[in-house]
C-alpha cells in the first residue's frame, strides 16, 4: 500500500471551512484513497473514500489531484466538534484483501 | 446501519488474569479486524478474519489469541498481558474485505 504524507496539526476557525492536505505520490492505479477520523478515545470514524473522481457526501468533500498524487479533504463548515485527528489512508483491494494502515494523520484544532 | 458494538467498554486485569474481548456486528459483514492502539499514536492492525477464518495475523504475541465463532462475533483471549499491554482495543468489520471497514467504540485495557 502506498505511504501516505500529511501536516501534523491544523487550526481551523469554527465556522470556516477546514482543508486537510495529504500527498500519497506513490499510489497505485488501483489504490483507493479514504478517510477517517478519532475523535478523542473513540473509534475510527469512516469520513468518505474514492478512487479518482472527486466525491461528496453529508460530512465532508474530497478532491483528488488529476494524477492522483494527492488530496484535500473538506469540511465545508467546521465546527467545535469536529475537533479530532484525521487518518489519510492508501487502501489496496488489487488482488487481495484490503487492510487500513494507519498513518499518524492531522490534528485537527477548530477554535471559536 | 454501520454499528460494531465492543464489550466492555474498560478493562482492569492484573498479569495473571484471563480476560476476553468480545466485538460484535449485525450487518453481514464476512471480515473482521482486531487493531491496537497506544496513547497519542495510530492503531496498529493485529489480526484479520475472512469468512471466519483467520487470515493475517501482524506477528502478535501469543498472549492474544482471537476467536471468531460466527460470522457476527469476534473475541480476543487475553492471557499473562504485560503492563505494556495497556491500550484501545479497536474492532473493525467489512463487508468482505474489499468494502469499506467500519469501527467500534473500542475496549479500553489496563493491565496491572
Known amino acids: 500500500d502506498a505511504k501516505t504524507t500529511q501536516p501534523t496539526s491544523m487550526d481551523c476557525a469554527e465556522g470556516r471551512a477546514a482543508n486537510l492536505p495529504c500527498n500519497h505520490s506513490t499510489i497505485s492505479g488501483n489504490e483507493y484513497v479514504y478517510w477517517y477520523r478519532q475523535i478523542h478515545s473513540q473509534g475510527p470514524q469512516y469520513i468518505i473514500h474514492?478512487?479518482?473522481n472527486n466525491e461528496t457526501n453529508e460530512m465532508a468533500s474530497l478532491i483528488i489531484t488529476e494524477d492522483r498524487k494527492s488530496s484535500t479533504l473538506i469540511l465545508p463548515h467546521a465546527t467545535l466538534r469536529d475537533t479530532a485527528v484525521y487518518y489519510c489512508?492508501?487502501?489496496?483491494?488489487?488482488?487481495?484483501?484490503?487492510?487500513?494502515?494507519f498513518g499518524k494523520g492531522t490534528k485537527l484544532s477548530v477554535k471559536p | 446501519d454501520t454499528e460494531v458494538t465492543q464489550t466492555p467498554k474498560h478493562l482492569v486485569m492484573g498479569m495473571t488474569n484471563k480476560k476476553s474481548l468480545k466485538c460484535e456486528q449485525h450487518m453481514g459483514h464476512r471480515a473482521m479486524y482486531w487493531y491496537k492502539q497506544k496513547a497519542k499514536k495510530p492503531p496498529e492492525l493485529m489480526f484479520v478474519?475472512?469468512?471466519?477464518?483467520?487470515?493475517i495475523n501482524e506477528s502478535v504475541p501469543s498472549r492474544f489469541s482471537p476467536e471468531c465463532p460466527n460470522s457476527s462475533l469476534l473475541n480476543l483471549h487475553l492471557h499473562a498481558l504485560q503492563p505494556e499491554d495497556s491500550a484501545l482495543y479497536l474492532c473493525?468489520?467489512?463487508?468482505?474485505?474489499?468494502?469499506?471497514?467500519?469501527f467500534g467504540p473500542g475496549t479500553r485495557l489496563l493491565v496491572l
Open positions: 474514492g478512487l479518482k
Open positions: 478474519y475472512s469468512y471466519e477464518k483467520l487470515s
Open positions: 489512508i492508501a487502501l489496496n483491494y488489487g488482488g487481495s484483501q484490503g487492510n487500513l494502515i
Open positions: 473493525a468489520s467489512s463487508q468482505d474485505g474489499f468494502s469499506t471497514p467500519y
